[in-house]
T-cell receptor, first 111, second 114 residues
Framework: EDKVVQSPLSLVVHEGDTVTLNCSYEVTNFRSLLWYKQEKKAPTFLFMLTSSGIEKKSGRLSSILDKKELFSILNITATQTGDSAIYLCAAIPNSGSRLTFGEGTQLTVNP | ETGVTQSPTHLIKTRGQQVTLRCSSQSGHNTVSWYQQALGQGPQFIFQYYREEENGRGNFPPRFSGLQFPNYSSELNVNALELDDSALYLC?????????????FGPGTRLTVL
């Protein structure tokens, strides 16, 4: 059975801190790993990672995939209160578009 | 905001009742996937519909069923509701042939079963 595990499950930091969120996966016929941010209800897309070792970057957020060790990290630098959210990672196989999600990391950024 | 809409926003039911949740996909999208997100958990895949037929199913019992209509909108039906069915139900629309990250989530329906 496909499995995605995130850590930590929750994290509380102060504005300006840098955080690293972890995601490991065991997925048959793995194709890509996706990161989402969920603030209220609908998860919103952040990154898709398919190739190992290539960093994706968007502003203060960056992410990288290690297909040998089967994990990904999401980094957020100079955190702001608006970064407070649940961060979800999801794996997608070669066949179909079914997403297998991890439990999520609840990030709280205090002023 | 994506173009995916869901109704109703919130719903309260009692055990044993039946519920129907609705999803309108983003314009041009022909595939709808449904997910259940219990409190403190990540979304769990229920099933996917493509061209009005079920195209993959997760580990959910048969009392979870669905439909897709010619306009690609979709319904999720749950019979004989149980307390554990309380969750946020998300639908995601996509277009077969696009990259896998092109799945757009709706705002969800919060179902509470008492």
């Amino acid at each position: 059975e496909d499995k995605v595990v995130q850590s930590p499950l929750s994290l509380v930091v102060h504005e300006g801190d840098t955080v690293t969120l972890n995601c490991s996966y065991e997925v048959t016929n793995f194709r890509s790993l996706l990161w989402y941010k969920q603030e209220k209800k609908a998860p919103t897309f952040l990154f898709m990672l398919t190739s190992s070792g290539i960093e994706k970057k968007s502003g203060r957020l960056s992410s990288i995939l290690d297909k040998k060790e089967l994990f990904s990290i999401l980094n957020i630098t100079a955190t702001q209160t608006g970064d407070s959210a649940i961060y979800l990672c999801a794996a997608i196989p070669n066949s179909g578009s079914r997403l297998t999600f991890g439990e999520g990391t609840q990030l709280t950024v205090n002023p | 905001e994506t173009g995916v809409t869901q109704s109703p926003t919130h719903l309260i039911k009692t055990r044993g009742q039946q519920v129907t949740l609705r999803c309108s996909s983003q314009s041009g999208h022909n595939t709808v996937s449904w997910y259940q997100q219990a409190l403190g958990q990540g979304p769990q895949f229920i099933f996917q519909y493509y061209r009005e037929e079920e195209n993959g199913r997760g580990n959910f019992p048969p009392r979870f069923s669905g439909l897709q209509f010619p306009n690609y909108s979709s319904e999720l039906n749950v019979n004989a509701l149980e307390l554990d069915d309380s969750a946020l139900y998300l639908c995601a629309s996509s277009l077969v042939g696009l990259a896998s990250h092109e799945q757009f989530f709706g705002p969800g329906t919060r179902l509470t079963v008492l």
